[in-house]
């Protein structure tokens, strides 16, 4: 069983703009994937869409063998969702945000009390943790929020951007955390980024878009190869015809 | 379902709701500053009720009707909330749409939440409702009565309201929106009976509104008979609990719309950016026609032209006509079915929907609509060396001409209507955007100076609301005398040009202040 199967997948929105056009690809479990491309490509559509957020036009798209539309509830029980744009609002505390979102996911106290503990360990927030969201700065922000994401242990993780507003020290800790979590606990991870260089470190493989259309796929090692080049943007450039 | 779940969502639901208050002394001081504007109005308005009840007023078949009235509007201010949609805040959406929570589960949680906040804004009502049991010395029953009907007609209105949102989110289309007007339309017909000699009233009619409005009057009246009330009342409760349980295991996570603000406390400059974006694409065929011109001789008229088209394209100007066509509606349908001559009927109407409403409300809208939308790009004036005087009268001066102009026309149109001096009533306008608009834009620039930034806007809004009462004081008080005491034309003009000269003197005074606080922001 795959743990993501997107299979001929359209989304248009109001404005009868295509926003994702006959999209294919498909996700191993236990593999990071991601997705790249430019700025209104459709990645954040597709998370959303793999999220439960927003209902595909056409196509189907299955989560761990659930249908996106029919069986949200199922898939909600397995993922974890890291927004872009993820608000965390500003007068609450570190700590109460965490314990709020614990208390959904955990089946106990314990559980509920080690997965704070682990998100205080991802966060690397220390004491800040008890002061308010509103006086973090924003790598603090992120880093709470890739926190909240993981200590879930979901099956699957759907990360839009997860170390947008990190500087070089806390991005490359996060991506370690990524990958500790993936091979202790192996999770599944979705994730899209306009970062070249964390798409290779981090995933499997990769699915280049472009307006809404799959460009190739595959792992970044034989995609160089492919197109003869030094590094991903090189592959993506060559990818869509701009060099 | 998980009760602890529902109960830690709607505590994170009220502390997100709430934060604010948590954060800032201004936000609790404001708080308590509206509890207790409010408590002197209910206070002055029960003395009288209280004292007509124990002389025996005994006119309940009116008071049934006046309050049945006021509780259907309420009730189709909620179903009408639910033409939007089911709407949700956008961490809801990413966070917990994306969780285990299940729909009903978030359901409950929103309808506690959302009475939670009802009933902190409507704590007013609540010490009011205090006083009414007190001053008339009602008995337990009676009070518990009074209480447990308000709570289960709350319940069924936020339990409909919640119930109709996710239809129409789920279903949508016309069949809905004509299902939600035709509701609306059913419970504002019979106040038609107010305004024209219609044979209709709520008193005959077995809405939820009347069964309430009958208990409340009742139990204040110790009149028995009111267990077929009660019932009544419980069965659209039942109705609504049935609608509710029936709709609400459906997914409507991904059929939700997202709105910016996260509460009326909330400061967060892109949500309300977000907002303000909105609006510009719903006006911008009209608001894209006027542009500003480059070659403009004087900075101070090109500032001006900058504003009032920024205005025009946020949204604000129509607003202000639409509230204005509202006004004037009213005017005239009162008129028509008004046993008065109709020559003094609108004049007297029109001076009090100026004095009540619009004095206090558009320049506060203009100067908090210039917050969220300029705050952004103030830091371009600040920086360039321009004159900051310049910059500040064009802004006074484009907020007082938008929010005089519009009343203007229609006073004047009134005013050929029925044949009326318009003088007094085009004073009062114009003192009132020249007041208004200093006052709310000065409080507004001095939170922003004194770094209480995180002040959420509605408390601002007040504090500036019950400045501009006290300093427009003088003017009620001159133009009740001229209204009183029917001047001639002579007196009249010295009036006006009195009036206006105290409002061009406080205008001149916070206009000084606004420019030496304007400097003091920190961007």
New interface residues.
Partial sequence: MKAVEVVNLVKVYGGGIPAIDNLTFAVEPGEIYGLIGPNGAGKTTTLRIVATLIKPTSGSVRVLGFDVVDQAEYIRRMISYLPEEAGVYGNLTGYEYLRFIADIYAKSGDESESMIEEALEISGLGSRIKDRVKSYSRGMRRRLQVARTLMVKPKLAILDEPTSGLDVYHAHYIRRCIRRYVDEYGLTVLISSHNMLEIEYLCDRILLIHRGRSIDDGPPRILKEKYSSNNMEEVFLKAVGLT | MRI??VL??Y??KV??FF??L??SKASIALLLLYTLSFLLGLFSFSTPISDAIRKGVTDIDSYTELLSSVASLLMVFAVSLALRGYTVF??E??????????PREFLIADIFSNLTSLLIFANPIVIFYVMIVHSLKLSTLSALLMLSSSILFIFTLLLLKTSLSMIKSLYGGNQVNTLILAIIVILVLPAAGFIADLPLEYNSLPYPSTFLARILVKSVYSVDRLTLDFAGLSFYFLLSVLLFLSISTK?F???TTCIPF?SPFDT?MRMQTLQMERNIKMFSRIGMLPTLNLGSKSLLTFLMKKEVIRVIREGSLFTIIFFYLIASFIVVATSISSSQTTQSLPYTYLVTFFVGVYSLTIPLMLVSNWRFSDIGSLWIPLTSGMDLRIMVNALLYSFISISSVVPAAVISILSLIYSINPIIPLTLAVSTSMIGCPVNLYIMVGFLGMKSS?TPSILIGLASMLLSVLLLTPTYILIFLGLHLSFGDVTSWLLTVTILAYSTLIMKLFSREIKRSISRIEL
């Fill in positions: 602890h779940v830690d969502l505590i994170f502390k997100t934060g604010a948590r954060a956008e961490y959406q990413n966070l917990i749409f994306t969780s285990p929570i299940k997914n996570f991904p059929t996260v967060s995180g």
